[in-house]
């Protein structure tokens, strides 16, 4: 069965430090991968989506992620965080024969440290 | 534009009633999906439509839920005979089309509580 995990549950950075988050996921064939971030009292918004090609892509707000289908993981990563990037983030899986189904990870809560 | 919305914001009912949750999708998107979100389970799929047809219901926890869309438009989840277990977040999004690359649009969700 599909499946995605989120490590971490929770995770604190400084302003200014850089952030990854960890994404792995469980899937047959090469899944549809996306990465999507709640704030408080908000929707979900997608911050960015892999299908196929380039193994990096590049998303709003200033994030990037990595595909790397030996270790099936898919990373977020932010050079440089500010404070208002403070929320949960969720990974999701999208199987590509279930509609559009998405298979969510258990989200990772980011605190931001001033 | 407007994006997704859902009705009301927040529900607090007591156990054995039942309740209604709507969702108005992006005007033109022809793709409907509902999902729930809560402490246990996380974010899990439920449902979705194809214009106004679900083809899989799987996802749905009991049969005290169900769902219709009409009109390609509007979407209602219903719950019956609501227990505490149903307390969570509902949450709708919307596609232009069903596909798994469609970008979804979520609403700000349904706060369900169940006294």
């Given at each position: 069965a599909q499946s995605v995990t989120q490590p971490d549950i929770?995770?604190?950075?400084?302003?200014?430090a850089s952030l990854e988050l960890r994404c792995n996921y469980s899937y047959g064939a090469?899944?549809?991968?996306?990465?999507?971030?709640?704030?408080?009292?908000?929707?979900?918004?997608?911050?960015?989506?892999?299908?196929?090609g380039d193994t990096l892509v590049q998303g709003i707000k200033g994030f990037e992620a990595e595909f790397k289908r030996s270790q099936s993981s898919?990373?977020?990563?932010?050079p440089s965080v500010h404070w208002s990037d403070a929320a949960e983030y969720?990974?999701?899986?999208?199987?590509?024969?279930?509609?559009?189904?998405?298979i969510f990870g258990q989200g990772?809560?980011?605190s931001v440290k001033p | 534009g407007a994006g997704v919305s859902q009705s009301p914001s927040n529900?607090?009912?007591?156990k054995?009633?039942?309740?209604?949750?709507?969702?108005?999708?992006?005007?033109g998107h022809t793709a409907l999906y509902w999902y729930r979100q809560s402490l246990g389970q996380g974010l899990e799929f439920l449902i979705y439509f194809q214009g106004n047809s679900a083809p899989d219901k799987s996802g749905l926890?009991?049969?005290?839920?169900?769902?219709?869309?009409?009109?390609?438009?509007?979407?209602?989840?219903?719950i019956q005979r609501t227990q505490q277990e149903d307390s969570a977040v509902y949450l709708c999004a919307s596609s232009l089309v069903l596909a798994a690359k469609d970008t979804q649009y979520f609403g700000p969700g349904t706060r369900l509580t169940v006294l």
């Open positions: 929770h995770i604190t950075v400084s302003e200014g090469t899944p549809y991968l996306f990465w999507y971030v709640q704030s408080p009292g908000q929707g979900l918004q997608l911050l960015l989506k892999y299908f196929s898919f990373n977020l990563r932010k969720f990974c999701a899986v999208g199987p590509n024969n279930q509609g559009g189904k998405l990772t809560e980011l | 529900k607090v009912t007591e054995g009633k039942d309740v209604e949750l709507r969702c108005d999708p992006i005007s926890p009991s049969d005290r839920f169900s769902a219709e869309r009409t009109g390609g438009s509007v979407s209602t989840l219903t």
